[in-house]
C-alpha cells in the first residue's frame, strides 16, 4: 500500500474529520472567549480593584535605546491569558460534563421489550391451546 493511499485511508476516517472540525470550531471559539475576556470580563474587574488595565501591567527591564526597543516584562497580558484560559477551560468541562450525564442517562434509560405482533399472539395462544388439550385425561 501506498503512502499516499495510506494517507487517504487515514484522513477519510469520520475521527479525523471531527477533529479537524473540533480544531477549527475550537479556534473560533478562543477568539470569542478572548473578547469576553478583554471586552466584558476585564474591565469591570479592572474597575473593582482601582481602574487597572491588566494589559497594560508591565515591568520595564530595559528602557529603550535609540532603534532598540524596550525590554518589557508584560505580566497583565499573562494574566489576562491565564484568565481566558480558566473561562475557555471551564466552558469545556461543562459541555464534557453535559454530554456525560446525557450518556449516562441515555445508558440507564431502559429499554421496553417489543411489543408482540397479532401473529405472535395468536401463535401463543395456538400453543397454550395444544399444551392444555394434550394434558387432559
Not at 473593582?48 to 529603550?64: E, Q
Not at 494574566?79 to 471551564?90: G, P, S
Amino acid at each position: 500500500m501506498g503512502v499516499i493511499s495510506e494517507f487517504k485511508a487515514f484522513a477519510v476516517k469520520g475521527n479525523v474529520v471531527d477533529m479537524a472540525v473540533g480544531i477549527i470550531i475550537g479556534a473560533a471559539f478562543g477568539k470569542i472567549v478572548s473578547s469576553f475576556v478583554g471586552d466584558v470580563v476585564m474591565p469591570p474587574l479592572g474597575l473593582l480593584i482601582g481602574g487597572v488595565d491588566f494589559s497594560d501591567l508591565a515591568v520595564i527591564l530595559k528602557p529603550a535605546e535609540g532603534d532598540i526597543p524596550a525590554v518589557v516584562l508584560a505580566y497583565g497580558k499573562f494574566i489576562q491569558t491565564v484568565i481566558d484560559f480558566l473561562i475557555v477551560a471551564f466552558a469545556i468541562f461543562m459541555g464534557v460534563k453535559m454530554i456525560n450525564r446525557l450518556k449516562r442517562e441515555e445508558a440507564v434509560a431502559p429499554s421496553l421489550p417489543p411489543v408482540p405482533t397479532k401473529e405472535e399472539e395468536l401463535l401463543g395462544e395456538i400453543r397454550d391451546l395444544l399444551k392444555a388439550r394434550n394434558n387432559q385425561p
